[in-house]
């Protein structure tokens, strides 16, 4: 068995219309399309592009070698972490404590995992029997109103701006939560919540000096 570790964006990005009820949720055979990425112009248009093409590189290479394979899909992988530099998803949770008004468009509409439960996720599928196919891995979504009021209540005492000061891109709104049905369906269970993923994000940051 091997686990491919993909990502949720390769999953989440279409330009399928707001008002299409079947859209309104990813699950696991949802594909990101490449020319609405590329018509966002975003700075991390080339990597959301790079996911798509190697999960197909990999699922095409598994086929013809007859590789007993397996896909995860993590959405924005949040808590503490031990690389010296800031990993882009944590970056991308804390961005209304660092201030990066500019990509508040990132969280309009964010799903998120703890980094123990992504790690727990991939054992979990290498021992289960009935594991095929792609596998979403979000515990949680959150908008960007909600996130405002999450953050200012949990850190009263940073500055934490709030979504009023931005314009975004309407075209993100397209960029729907993710489902994990085969995951959960499967025995799964997430152990960690919104208050521990940043709880642990927030304090490695400190540590590390990318926080006061």
């Not at 799903?111 to 979000?138: E, Q, T, W």
Request: aromatic share 10%; hydrophobic share 40%; net charge negative.
């Amino acid at each position: 068995m091997v686990v491919y570790t993909s990502s949720a964006s390769a999953a989440v990005f279409n330009d399928k219309d707001d008002d299409d009820d079947d859209q309104d949720m990813k699950d696991e055979s949802s594909w990101s399309d490449v020319e609405f990425i590329r018509s966002m112009w975003s700075y991390a248009g080339p990597n959301m592009i790079s996911k798509i093409e190697t999960e197909r590189a990999a699922l095409e290479f598994a086929d013809k070698h007859g590789l007993d394979r397996v896909t995860l899909l993590p959405s924005f992988v949040v808590g503490p972490f031990l690389c010296p530099s800031l990993p882009g998803s944590v970056q991308v949770a804390l961005i209304m404590i660092m201030g990066i008004e500019d990509q508040y468009k990132h969280i309009i509409n964010a799903s998120m995992v703890h980094v123990d439960d992504v790690a727990s996720a991939h054992i979990f599928l290498l021992h289960y029997p009935n594991a095929k196919g792609r596998y979403n891995c979000s515990s949680h979504t959150i908008t960007i109103n909600e996130m405002t009021e999450f953050l200012s209540a949990k850190y009263p005492q940073l500055p934490i701006s709030t979504a009023e000061v931005f314009k975004w891109d309407r075209r993100l709104q397209n960029t729907w939560p993710l489902i994990e049905e085969d995951l959960l369906d499967g025995g799964f269970v997430f152990m960690y919540e919104l208050d521990e993923m940043f709880d642990g994000a927030v304090q490695c940051c400190k540590e590390k000096g990318f926080l006061n």
